[in-house]
């Protein structure tokens, strides 16, 4: 799979896994103690949607731009709004040019005692991060390859935080790469919360990445501490483009199962590509 994220920025494999890391990082902020966030494929950081990559797929069409108009109950609304603020703070009032990336919205979430490091490998991306991110503090872009990165990162000095792991699957063996990246990273800090995306083309693959991770998980923590979601806008495209979208957190904050499951919900329809969306939020099995 080729993931260049400038075609995909805003879709709704990006909506559910900035909704899933908003909330994990608001419920960091709940203890006075500073967290670290560690992204190890962090992208270029703010995406151009009026862009001619952005627009020839459009798929941010389908994705934030139908989010931003739609009707939630209040619950959900509670649960969404901080997101959705973070998106609007970077476009003009009642516009949509453009969309965040991870780093940049962990950036919005950390409070003064809180660090963000952001690995990029790639020139043009790692330039625009840098650009995204010049004289911030508290924010430092690493020439790093996110792989070796990932170990080498754990654990932070705050001894609290998240690591984020959304590699681009460019290559065969990217699956395997993110089983074994975690179980190094985690080996080091068991204690950390981990939020792993990929996408869910293959059952088998997936799977056996979910069972990969729960099992190098359950030598530390207890049997509810791998939380697995999946996101599936339409069928199966043959074609080879991107429907269903998954996401591991270990160590997840207690409410997150819910609050997905309150958010999901809601997002079936607007997000559903020919009908309404499916997903599912489970915890991951051994």
């Not at 966030?37 to 994705?63: C, F, K, M, N, P």
């Not at 973070?86 to 962990?106: C, D």
């Not at 070796?148 to 984020?164: C, D, I, S, W």
């Not at 395997?176 to 068991?190: E, N």
Request: glycine residues 6%.
């Amino acid at each position: 799979m080729n993931y260049r994220h400038a075609f995909h920025a805003g879709n709704f494999a990006d909506v559910v896994k900035h909704i899933a890391l908003v909330r994990i990082l608001l419920y960091l902020q709940d203890k006075p103690a500073a967290f670290r966030v560690i992204d190890t494929h962090a992208g270029a950081g703010r995406y151009d949607l009026t862009s001619v990559e952005a627009q020839r797929g459009g798929e941010w069409l389908t994705g934030i731009a139908r989010v931003m108009q739609a009707r939630f109950s209040d619950a959900a609304l509670a649960l969404i709004s901080p997101y959705l603020d973070i998106v609007r703070a970077f476009n003009p009032p009642g516009q949509l040019k453009v969309y965040p990336g991870s780093p940049l919205i962990a950036r919005a979430l950390l409070r003064p005692q809180d660090r963000l490091v952001a690995c990029e490998v790639e020139p043009q991306a790692r330039k625009g991060l840098i650009d995204a991110l010049r004289r911030d503090e508290q924010g430092r872009v690493v020439d790093l390859d996110g792989w070796t990165a990932l170990p080498a990162f754990v654990p932070p000095n705050e001894r609290r935080g998240l690591v984020l792991v959304d590699p681009p699957f460019e290559a065969a063996d990217e699956f395997t790469r993110l089983a074994d990246g975690f179980a190094a990273a985690f080996a080091k800090w068991p204690t950390g919360s981990y939020l792993l995306w990929y996408p869910a083309k293959q059952r088998r693959a997936t799977d056996t990445l979910a069972q990969a991770v729960a099992r190098v998980a359950a030598t530390r923590l207890t049997p509810d501490k791998v939380l697995r979601i999946e996101f599936s806008v339409a069928p199966q495209d043959p074609d080879g483009g991107l429907t269903s979208a998954g996401l591991l957190v270990v160590n997840p904050p207690w409410t997150l199962a819910n609050d997905l499951r309150i958010l999901l919900q809601e997002l079936e329809k607007p997000l559903g590509i020919g009908g309404a969306a499916r997903f599912k939020v489970e915890f991951a099995k051994t």
